[in-house]
């Protein structure tokens, strides 16, 4: 018994499917890709309605003025603090509690985070008090 073979192609219909598919993904990943390299430093606001606990907590700093920081019992400028937070590193994963009066301008608090990210610390957070919903 013979059988007939029929060499008929087969529809694209497949290939144009799997093509929309392979597009739309490489979509999705370049706009994603976008909102990922975004940069700034992490910063909680005084007054923090949904303020977390931070374990861990290592080292802690307190911002008076700029001549009067306070860091591990002594005061400095920001220069002083500087050197001491380089004698101070151990690991990026130590983390660094930072704390101000609520009146303290923003630029001045991130003149002090930069010193410290100049020291090689990576965990920066500022200390807030939790304020209830009403």
Do not use: C, W
Request: a neutral charge; hydrophobic letters at 45%.
């Amino acid at each position: 018994m013979k059988f007939k073979t029929s060499k008929t192609k087969i529809s694209g219909t497949m290939l144009i499917s799997m093509t929309d598919v392979i597009f739309l993904l490489i979509i999705f990943l370049l706009i994603a890709s976008n909102f990922s390299s975004q940069s700034g430093l992490p910063v909680r606001l005084p007054g923090s309605v949904s303020s977390s606990r931070m374990t861990n907590q290592t080292l802690h700093i307190v911002y008076k003025d700029a001549e009067h920081i306070n860091f591990d019992g002594r005061n400095y400028d920001l220069d002083g603090l500087e050197i001491a937070m380089k004698e101070s590193f151990v690991s990026p994963e130590q983390v660094v509690r930072l704390s101000a009066e609520k009146s303290t301008e923003l630029q001045a608090m991130i003149n002090v985070m930069d010193v410290v990210r100049l020291a090689g610390f990576e965990k920066i957070f500022v200390a807030t008090e939790s304020h209830n919903r009403r």
